[in-house]
Protein backbone atom coordinates (compact mmCIF):
# COMPACT_ATOMS: atom_id res chain seq x y z
CA UNK A 1 0.00 0.00 0.00
CA UNK A 2 1.18 3.27 -1.49
CA UNK A 3 0.48 6.09 1.33
CA UNK A 4 0.40 9.87 -0.06
CA UNK A 5 0.09 13.19 1.47
CA UNK A 6 -1.94 15.15 -0.76
CA UNK A 7 -5.15 17.50 -0.85
CA UNK A 8 -8.95 17.20 -0.56
CA UNK A 9 -10.87 19.53 -2.23
CA UNK A 10 -13.29 21.46 -0.51
CA UNK A 11 -15.26 24.82 -1.48
CA UNK A 12 -17.86 26.23 -3.72
CA UNK A 13 -16.93 26.11 -7.41
CA UNK A 14 -14.02 29.66 -7.82
CA UNK A 15 -13.32 29.28 -4.26
CA UNK A 16 -11.16 26.09 -3.38
CA UNK A 17 -10.52 25.56 -0.20
CA UNK A 18 -8.26 22.00 0.61
CA UNK A 19 -7.33 20.06 3.49
CA UNK A 20 -3.74 18.15 3.69
CA UNK A 21 -4.43 14.49 4.36
CA UNK A 22 -2.83 11.26 4.27
CA UNK A 23 -4.28 8.67 1.88
CA UNK A 24 -3.78 5.95 0.23
CA UNK A 25 -2.68 6.64 -3.42
CA UNK A 26 -5.62 4.64 -5.37
CA UNK A 27 -8.29 6.39 -3.69
CA UNK A 28 -10.06 9.04 -5.36
CA UNK A 29 -9.12 12.69 -4.90
CA UNK A 30 -12.16 13.81 -2.45
CA UNK A 31 -12.37 10.26 -1.44
CA UNK A 32 -11.62 7.96 1.67
CA UNK A 33 -8.68 9.46 3.85
CA UNK A 34 -6.87 7.67 6.83
CA UNK A 35 -6.09 11.03 8.41
CA UNK A 36 -6.47 14.77 8.13
CA UNK A 37 -3.56 16.67 9.23
CA UNK A 38 -3.96 20.43 8.18
CA UNK A 39 -5.79 23.10 5.94
CA UNK A 40 -5.08 24.87 3.09
CA UNK A 41 -6.72 28.61 1.82
CA UNK A 42 -5.54 29.96 -1.13
CA UNK A 43 -8.25 32.38 -1.33
CA UNK A 44 -7.05 34.81 1.10
CA UNK A 45 -4.37 37.20 1.00
CA UNK A 46 -1.90 35.67 2.42
CA UNK A 47 -2.84 32.06 1.96
CA UNK A 48 -3.89 30.19 5.69
CA UNK A 49 -1.47 27.60 6.00
CA UNK A 50 -2.25 25.19 9.11
CA UNK A 51 -0.45 21.69 9.37
CA UNK A 52 -0.10 19.76 12.51
CA UNK A 53 3.49 19.37 11.83
CA UNK A 54 3.93 16.09 14.50
CA UNK A 55 1.97 14.31 12.36
CA UNK A 56 3.13 15.35 9.27
CA UNK A 57 6.85 14.29 10.37
CA UNK A 58 5.86 11.03 12.14
CA UNK A 59 3.93 10.20 8.46
CA UNK A 60 7.12 11.28 6.23
CA UNK A 61 9.17 9.16 8.75
CA UNK A 62 6.59 6.19 8.22
CA UNK A 63 6.93 6.48 4.66
CA UNK A 64 4.31 8.47 3.22
CA UNK A 65 5.23 10.39 0.24
CA UNK A 66 3.76 14.24 0.07
CA UNK A 67 2.51 15.59 -3.21
CA UNK A 68 4.64 18.42 -5.23
CA UNK A 69 2.28 20.87 -4.22
CA UNK A 70 1.96 19.59 -0.44
CA UNK A 71 5.96 19.34 -0.75
CA UNK A 72 6.31 22.35 -1.24
CA UNK A 73 3.34 23.46 1.64
CA UNK A 74 5.49 21.41 4.46
CA UNK A 75 8.74 23.65 3.27
CA UNK A 76 6.77 26.61 3.72
CA UNK A 77 5.28 25.33 7.24
CA UNK A 78 9.15 24.51 8.35
CA UNK A 79 8.56 20.11 8.31
CA UNK A 80 10.94 19.63 5.43
CA UNK A 81 14.06 20.87 5.37
CA UNK A 82 15.36 22.11 1.78
Known amino acids: MSVRIRLKRLGAKKAPFY ?6 SRTARNGKSIEEIGYYNPTVDPADLKIDTEAAAKWISNGAQP ?3 VKALLKKAGVIKG
Request: glycine fraction near 0%; proline fraction near 0%; hydrophobic fraction near 45%.
Open 19 to 24: RIVVAD
Open 67 to 69: SDT
